[in-house]
């Protein structure tokens, strides 16, 4: 039983650019998070999805979108990207909002 | 001031030594959560709680809600028990909402 899965693991990316990461979420979850860890710090909640529709945000811009598909896989897209939002990008799954989390191990995104 | 607060922010122990870290909290909760990370990244879950305690192998964790105070306990340290904990706060309906996560304590643990 595959638990969360991330792709791409690492990635580098020029200020300006447009980035998507992917998430596939433990088998029989259905509720998918993402957070953004900065180097030494905990990480920040950006949003939650759930039934294809985000359920709740984080303090983020709006150029911090996302999706969530039928299979429930959800993609985290950054617009427009700064050099402050290099980062590890972790994505968590759970099968309802009162279920431990299952975390992925992350997408490090690198703005040049 | 952090609304999710831990200490110490690094700790080296002996192995077999007993190991505490402290979780101390200004909001309302859901349920608090103890993580791990692992250098690289990966983040494991190893406590749900949201009131009273909970016991998984060498590990344990403790509550007080009225405090606003947890603990993680470690028995018998191991030098792979090193690694970053973290302390997660729900604070919006559901337990594993819109977590607000502590800064990490480093442990290392030496043979």
């Known amino acids: 039983d595959a638990g969360v899965t991330q792709s791409p693991t690492h990635l580098i990316k020029t200020r300006g650019q447009q980035v998507t990461l992917r998430c596939s979420p433990k088998?029989?979850?259905?509720?998918v998070s993402w957070y953004q860890q900065a180097l030494g710090q905990g990480p920040q909640f950006i949003f939650q999805y759930y039934e294809e529709e985000e359920r709740q945000r984080g303090n983020f811009p709006d150029r911090f979108s996302g999706h969530q598909f039928p299979n429930y896989s959800s993609e985290l897209n950054v617009n427009a990207l700064l050099l402050g939002d290099s980062a590890l990008y972790l994505c968590a799954s759970s099968w309802d909002h009162n279920s431990p989390l299952h975390f992925g191990n992350g997408t490090r995104l690198t703005v040049t | 001031k952090n609304e999710v607060e831990q200490s110490p922010q690094n700790l080296t122990a002996q192995e077999g030594e007993f190991i505490t870290i402290n979780c101390s909290y200004s909001v309302g909760i859901s349920a608090l959560h103890w993580l791990q990370q692992h250098p690289g990244g990966g983040i494991v879950s190893l406590f749900m709680l949201s009131s009273g305690k909970k016991k998984h192998g060498r590990l344990i964790a403790t509550i007080n809600i009225q405090e606003k105070h947890s603990s993680l306990h470690i028995t018998a340290s191991h030098p792979r028990d090193s690694a970053v904990y973290i302390c997660?706060?729900?604070?919006?309906?559901?337990?594993?909402?819109?977590?607000?996560f502590g800064t990490g304590t480093l442990l290392a643990v030496q043979p």
């Open positions: 997660a706060v729900s604070t919006d309906g559901g337990a594993t909402n819109k977590l607000i």
């Open positions: 088998s029989g979850h259905d509720t």
